[in-house]
């Protein structure tokens, strides 16, 4: 069936620095790609999406790439801030839309 | 604009007991769905619904019942609470199934059965 393998963490990154956190998954189909964003006590939020091969999402300095021979979706960001600590969620919906699978999460800190 | 409301925030359950879990959405969305968040297993769909009076079966459905009688509320039930199933509870909503369409969460309920 379809999954999402998302790296594990926590990871703890000095402001300013590079952030990347891998996603890839296993899918029928064409599904769409999410990364989602959760902060304490709250539901998760969408940061971005991609709905097909080669399309980028971004958001708030975020990007990621829908990379079909790779079957990637790794989510960048070039200069982190102390607001961007949080969890972050790779997700896909399969091809009807109907169905969402979400990874393990990531937690992210960025320290002054 | 509300967006997804869940109540209540927390609840306690000794193993048994049944409970509603409310989700209510404010933006005429067709689809909503039931998650489960459970440390290192992320978000696990539960039920979902594509519209009033249809319902269908996620990854999870054991031990869980849900209705949609209105475009606004899709409640989930939980018939005899079992310890297994203290979790972080999460009502998602979205337009038209479609591809693309994104979540738009509730901010959870946190349940917790004794």
């Known amino acids: 069936g379809d999954s999402v393998t998302q790296m594990e963490g926590p990871v703890t990154l000095s402001e300013e620095a590079f952030l990347t956190i891998n996603c890839t998954y296993t899918?029928?189909?064409?599904?769409?790609l999410f990364w989602y964003v959760q902060y304490p006590g709250e539901g998760l939020q969408l940061l971005l999406k991609?709905?097909?091969?080669?399309d980028k999402g971004s958001n708030k300095g975020f990007e990621a790439t829908y990379r079909k021979e790779t079957t990637s979706f790794h989510l960048e960001k070039g200069s982190v801030q102390v607001s961007d600590s949080a969890v972050y969620f790779c997700a896909l919906s399969d091809f009807t839309g109907n169905q969402f699978y979400f990874g393990t999460g990531t937690s992210l800190t960025v320290i002054p | 604009n509300a967006g997804v409301t869940q109540t209540p925030k927390f609840q306690v359950l000794k193993t048994g007991q049944s409970m509603t879990l409310q989700c209510a959405q404010d933006m005429n969305h067709e689809y909503m769905s039931w998650y489960r968040q459970d440390p290192g297993m992320g978000l696990r769909l539960i039920h979902y619904s594509v519209g009033a009076g249809i319902t269908d079966q996620g990854e999870v459905p054991n031990g869980y019942n849900v209705s949609r009688s209105t475009t606004e509320d899709f409640p989930l039930r939980l018939l005899s609470a079992a310890p297994s199933q203290t979790s972080v509870y999460f009502c998602?909503?979205?337009?038209?199934?479609?591809?693309?369409?994104?979540?738009?969460f509730g901010n959870g309920t946190r349940l917790t059965v004794t």
């Open positions: 991609a709905t097909k091969a080669d």
């Open positions: 998602a909503s979205s337009t038209t199934p479609r591809r693309g369409a994104p979540l738009h």
């Open positions: 899918a029928t189909g064409y599904p769409s």
